[in-house]
């Protein structure tokens, strides 16, 4: 049973870079053909996805937030991490890490994951 666990802080003040990171069990993230993914969920709101580490380690993000992401891992550990630069308040939501088989084709379709986290909030604040 594969399972997900994201962590980091809470709460980010504004201009400061959100860093999350999503710890893996029972699977690895280099085991082809998989594909870890961030996703968000604003209050009231549905799912945005923000992009994508492969088991190769390639990286996709969405175009809407390219400029302000990274998604990086440690495969020693089993983990992959999200940080989100110059974040706003309008980057409040809850973060979840999920599993595809394959390169999610919409992204924001929780259909496509077959494994998530169970969710952090977090919120952007002074």
């Known amino acids: 049973q594969v399972q997900l666990q994201e962590s980091g802080p809470g709460l980010v003040k504004p201009s400061q870079t959100l860093s999350l990171t999503c710890t893996v069990s029972?699977?690895?993230?280099?085991?082809?053909?998989?594909?870890w993914s961030w996703i968000r969920q604003p209050p009231g709101k549905g799912l945005e996805w923000m992009g994508v580490?492969?088991?190769?380690?390639?990286?996709y993000y969405s175009p809407s937030l390219r400029s302000r992401t990274s998604i990086s891992r440690d495969t020693s550990k089993n983990q992959f991490s999200l940080q989100l630069r110059s974040v706003t308040p309008e980057d409040t939501a809850v973060y979840y890490c999920?599993?595809?088989?394959?390169?999610?084709?919409?992204?924001?379709?929780?259909?496509?994951?077959?494994?998530w986290g169970q969710g952090t909030q977090v919120t952007v604040s002074s």
């Open positions: 999920a599993r595809s088989d394959g390169y999610p084709q919409t992204g924001d379709n929780r259909y496509e994951y077959d494994y």
């Open positions: 029972g699977g690895s993230i280099t085991t082809s053909a998989y594909y």
């Open positions: 580490i492969a088991y190769d380690g390639s990286t």
